[in-house]
Each structure stands twice: as C-alpha cells, then as structure tokens.
C-alpha cells in the first residue's frame, strides 16, 4: 500500500485533496466546483465535486451529483448531468446487511428539511479512574494497549475545569452540547482536553460517545486530533461522518452510529497506522476505515471537539457528545 493511501468501507479510497481552513481551530472543506463541459454525465467521486449555482449537493453512491429537493422523499434530486437519472428523484437507499450489532445510520438530509438535530443513542458508559491500565472498560470495550489518561461523561450542568473553551458550549442532560444557530454562521466553538496539554497517542485509542450530530450541509461538528503539523479528524455533516487525514477527505458516508474511535500505532518509519471504527452498544466495533504510514506524528496530539458552520443556513443544529476517553502513554502528558 503505497504512503498515506488508505481504504475505506472495503473500498479503495477515493480521496481528494482539497484546500483547508483553519477557524478557530477547525478544518473545514474548500468547496471546489466541478464543470463538466458539454456533456449530459458527470461521474463525482466525492461531495465536494457538487455543487449548483452556490448551492453545495451530495455525490450518490453511483457517481452522479444530487441536490437538496424537497419535493422528492428523499429530500434530493440528481442534477441534470446523471445521464439518464438526470432530474430524477434519487430513490430510497435500500437496506444493507449487517454484521454483529451494527447498522448504518440515516441517510444524508437536505438543508430545508433536515431535523433540528440528529440524535443518536446508546446506553451510558461506565467510568473508569484517571490515569488507570485499561482493562476494558464497563461497555464492554477490549483491553487496549494503553493508558486512560482521560475520561469524561459530562455529569452535572458545568464541564470539568481541566477543558480548555472557546465559545459558549453547554453540559446538559449528561452531555456537552455547541448549539449551531444559523444568525452565527461561520463561527466555531471548541473545547480542548486536559488543559491544551499535549499527549503521546503513538500507541493510543480516543472513543467518543455521540448525543446529536448536525444534519445539514454547511453545518459541523468534528473530533480532531491535533498533531504538530497536521491533523487527523473525524467530520460529521449532513448526517455523516467523514475522516480527515491531513489535507486529505474521503467521501462522505451515512454510516452516523451513536460510538467512535481512532486508533493509532506505530507505523514504518516515524509514520503512523490510523483505524476508524464504530460501534451502536461500545462493544462491538467494526472498523470503517484504514491508513497506513501517515505522515502523522501521533506522540504529540491536542485533543479537542468543535462545531460549527461555515456559510448560511437555515435550521439550528447541535452537535453534543456524552463521552469521550483518552488513551495514550502518560509520559507523554
């Protein structure tokens, strides 16, 4: 596998490097338009391939564009170069097999008729001690080859003092949420663990428990691992989530289960080897994603959630998470 080229979903990555933004500690996507001459078909390989008249679409999983409709069930129609799809409603997606406990999650919402918010639930993890050998914890997770530096499951109505914030994030109903109000728009909010402190994730897990995720376009939140000189995040938007792998974005993907995790370890030549995984109980986790050999250097990571949105848009959404646990080396710390 050559360098910094990963695979995702069982499918080869079809990546695409595209200019990124730093706001207030985020980075979000330059949308790039794509032109398709005279022809009636167009084959996108991601979302940022879409867009119509300043309005940002969707890249189906059949390589064609689609577009917020509302008129159609779905809430998308394909844009008038799908060939013979063209104007079409794109159809309900049909229901895929599972394995374990897993499942997809929603299918991508448009703009004008997404929920509020996208909440996703599960039951509450146990807490286990600070600084502790993990050992597995009480969802049920496998012994990791670490140690929990950090653990978090936001009880009470105030975020522990450790958290570094930068905006107006609340603690409710035992979760941290960012409120993402459309009169705001382009403002980021952010909070960073363990005080700004830098961890050593060389051999290292941080599992996210999720509350609400946002459900439109424009709209985000993410959990980004902050390295020295570029960073690896997973981006939820439109009901999806995507990775990050520096300037790299892979396609967009339904799959919005209630658990994640990023997994690092030990890569050839300084690099990094990256696993992306979810889980609808924190049991059972099935891995949706792969790199090898990132140029990443994962024993110096800030660890932070933001959210926010980066151009107009209509309903408020929420991103908010119930849990998050860090797992590193602590002479790192």
Request: charged share 20%; with cysteine.
């Amino acid at each position: 596998m050559p360098d910094g080229v990963g695979w995702f979903s069982g499918q080869p990555e079809r990546g695409t490097v595209v200019g990124m933004l730093h706001k207030g500690g985020l980075l979000t996507l330059t949308l790039v338009a794509a032109s398709a001459g005279c022809n009636d078909s167009f084959e996108c390989a991601s979302d940022n391939h879409c867009e119509l008249d300043g309005v940002a679409g969707f890249c189906e999983s059949i390589g064609h564009c689609s577009f917020p409709d509302e008129a159609c069930d779905t809430g998308r129609r394909f844009g008038n170069l799908a060939g013979t799809l063209s104007n079409q409603c794109v159809p309900p997606a049909e229901p895929e097999p599972t394995t374990s406990d897993a499942s997809t999650g929603s299918a991508t919402e448009s703009e004008d008729t997404g929920s509020a918010t996208g909440s996703v639930t599960s039951a509450q993890p146990g807490a286990s001690s600070s600084g502790a050998e993990s050992s597995g914890s009480s969802s049920g997770e496998p012994d990791l080859p670490c140690t929990v530096l950090y653990e978090d499951s936001f009880p009470g109505d105030a975020l522990d003092p450790t958290w570094q914030i930068l905006g107006d994030p609340v603690v409710l109903g035992g979760a941290v949420r960012f409120a993402i109000d459309p009169d705001e728009f382009g403002n980021y909010e952010k909070i960073v663990a363990l005080g700004g402190s830098r961890v050593d994730l060389t051999t290292g897990v941080v599992t996210l428990e999720l509350d609400a995720v946002p459900q439109t376009i424009r709209t985000q939140g993410t959990l980004s691992l902050e390295g020295p000189d570029s960073t690896v995040a997973l981006l939820w938007e439109s009901g999806g989530v995507r990775p990050l792998l520096g300037s790299m974005s892979v396609d967009h993907t339904a799959m919005t289960l209630p658990w994640v995790r990023v997994e690092f370890s030990p890569g050839a030549s300084g690099t990094s080897n990256v696993v992306f995984s979810e889980s609808e109980d924190g049991r059972d986790w099935v891995e949706f994603g792969a790199v090898e050999d990132l140029a990443f250097d994962a024993s110096d990571v800030q660890v932070e959630l933001t959210a926010g949105s980066y151009d107009e848009f209509a309903i408020p959404q929420e991103f908010a998470a119930r849990w998050i646990s860090i797992c590193g080396d602590p002479s790192g710390i």
